[in-house]
């Protein structure tokens, strides 16, 4: 599975931006999540999509703010950042496990393949 991430860029606080990460080299029919790292921290968990697109889960740090959704079409998930802070600067990667039609997995040892990472810096 190869796993392409794009969208990040320099927003303002309050301000919003849309990750994608298009998937290619084998049937979509997996779950997809976001992690995240600042800068001089371990990476994070931020959400997660299963492959119906239904109960998604969420990091309680982004809940209410971001939205994760799928187009299983178009092989793509995406995360929509509102209302971003900046504590949400960090570089952003969405990953896959292997295993298909697993649950929400909010632990980055249950992922086996990772995106390049989009940096996602938001100004105050």
């Known amino acids: 599975v190869q796993l392409q991430a794009s969208g990040g860029g320099l927003v303002q606080a309050g301000g919003s931006l849309r990750l994608s990460c298009t998937a290619s080299?084998?049937?979509?029919?997996?779950?997809v999540g976001w992690f995240r790292q600042a800068p001089g921290k371990e990476r994070e968990f931020v959400a997660a999509s299963v492959y119906t697109g239904r109960s998604p889960c969420y990091a309680d740090s982004v809940k209410g703010r971001f939205t994760i959704s799928r187009d299983n079409a178009k092989n793509t998930v995406y995360l929509q950042m509102n209302s971003l802070k900046p504590e949400d600067t960090a570089v952003y990667y969405c990953?896959?496990?292997?295993?298909?039609?697993?649950?929400?997995?909010?632990?980055?040892?249950?992922?086996?393949?990772w995106g390049q990472g989009t940096l996602v810096t938001v100004s105050s």
């Open positions: 080299g084998r049937t979509f029919d997996f779950a």
């Open positions: 990953a896959a496990p292997h295993q298909s039609w697993t649950p929400c997995l909010r632990n980055e040892n249950e992922y086996d393949y």
